[in-house]
C-alpha cells in the first residue's frame, strides 16, 4: 500500500500546473502534489489492525473530498481511479470480509460486564463501524443500534432507565453514565 501511494503522490506531483493552472477549485482538474501535501495526509503503514484500515481509509477520503471537492485518485500513467474502486481493492487487501465478519459477531455478543460504561461504549462504536447493519443513513439504524447498546449494559445499570425507552443514542449514553455514577454511590455508601 505504500508503494501505491508513492504512485499516487508521483502521479498527483506530474499533475501540478496541468490543465488546472495551479486552481485546485476546478473538480475536472487534477490536484496537484503540493496542494494534497497541505493538508498532512496520513501515511498507511500496512497494518492488519481493522480499526487503523478503517481509520486511514476514512481520512484519506476526507482528505481528497476537501482538497478535490471529488473523490478520486490518479495512477502514475495519470488515468483517474474512481473513489470507489480504490476503496474496494483496499478493503479487500487490508480489511477482508472474515475480519468484518468477526468484528461483527463481536458487536453481537459485546455486554459490557467488567468494564465501565465509557470503555464498554467505546467498544461499541467501534465494533458498530464494521457492522453492516450501522452503515448507510443514521436514522436507519439508530433504534437497533439503542437496543442491541441496551442489551449489552449491566442490569444494575440498564435499570435505571430502560422503562424510558431512550432511542437517541447520545442520550442513552449520557444516560448510562448518570446511572454508573448512582450505583457506584449507592455501593460506596454500603461499603461494598
Not at 465478519?101 to 458498530?128: G, H, I, P, W
Not at 436514522?139 to 443500534?145: M, R, S
Request: net charge neutral; proline share 5%; hydrophobic share 35%.
Amino acid at each position: 500500500m505504500a508503494t501505491a501511494m508513492q504512485a499516487i503522490a508521483k502521479a498527483l506531483g506530474n499533475q501540478i500546473n496541468q490543465g488546472n493552472h495551479g486552481n485546485n477549485n476546478d473538480e475536472d482538474g487534477p490536484m496537484t502534489l503540493a496542494t494534497f501535501l497541505k493538508v498532512h495526509p496520513p501515511t498507511f503503514r500496512g497494518t492488519s489492525n481493522p480499526t487503523d484500515v478503517d481509520n486511514w481509509i476514512q481520512t484519506m477520503e476526507r482528505v481528497l473530498q476537501a482538497q478535490q471537492g471529488t473523490r478520486r485518485i490518479l495512477q502514475p500513467d495519470d488515468a483517474a481511479i474512481p473513489w470507489e474502486v480504490f476503496w474496494t481493492e483496499f478493503y479487500k487487501k487490508y480489511f477482508p470480509n472474515s475480519i468484518r465478519n468477526a468484528k461483527e459477531l463481536e458487536l453481537m455478543q459485546l455486554k459490557q460486564d467488567q468494564m465501565s460504561v465509557t470503555e464498554y461504549t467505546s467498544r461499541f462504536e467501534e465494533l458498530c463501524r464494521f457492522s453492516r447493519i450501522c452503515q448507510g443513513a443514521p436514522e436507519d439504524f439508530a433504534e437497533w443500534k439503542c437496543i442491541k447498546y441496551e442489551g449489552g449494559l449491566r442490569s444494575d445499570i440498564l435499570s435505571f432507565f430502560a422503562p424510558m425507552e431512550i432511542r437517541v443514542f447520545s442520550e442513552l449514553v449520557n444516560k448510562s453514565r448518570v446511572a454508573e455514577e448512582c450505583v457506584r454511590k449507592a455501593q460506596q455508601r454500603k461499603g461494598v
